[in-house]
């Protein structure tokens, strides 16, 4: 006899974080498992049950230690001598949102269901968002 429940019909909130004077990898980690799931009772890994997250003031993250100055992000475009580096200061520069999005994505799982995760995240640079006819829950992080 199965006894195993599923939650198939599980309802998606939209939450709301300022990232503003968070450190970057405690933020991440904590939207991580927002996006997961993690945080319901109903939490089902095989399942998209996560909530969407809007994130604003991403330029405003804080860092620890010197990790503005000596982290680097690599890109390779698959030709030869097509690897680039930028540090994070470079990153942070061009596009504020992107080292939180790429903290994010590398603490989500790799497969199609991290991807649909990633869709359900919204990151703003500044204060105002797109998404305030969903009436966003905001969260203390």
Not at 27 to 41: M, S, W, Y
Request: aromatic share 8%; glycine share 6%.
């Amino acid at each position: 006899m199965k006894k195993t429940k599923f939650f198939n019909k599980e309802e998606r909130k939209w939450v709301l974080i300022d990232a503003k004077d968070r450190i970057l990898g405690r933020l991440a980690t904590r939207i991580a498992r927002i996006l997961q799931g993690k945080t319901k009772p109903t939490y089902t890994p095989n399942f998209l049950c996560g909530d969407r997250v809007i994130i604003t003031n991403s330029k405003l993250i804080k860092f620890s230690a010197n990790k503005r100055e000596t982290k680097i992000y690599d890109k390779f475009t698959g030709y030869p001598s097509g690897r680039k580096e930028m540090t994070l200061k470079v990153l942070m520069d061009k596009n504020p949102s992107r080292a939180l999005y790429l903290a994010v994505r590398g603490m989500l799982p790799k497969s199609n269901l991290g991807a649909q995760m990633l869709k359900s995240l919204k990151i703003y640079p500044e204060d105002t968002h797109k998404q305030k006819a969903q009436n966003p829950q905001t969260i203390g992080v």
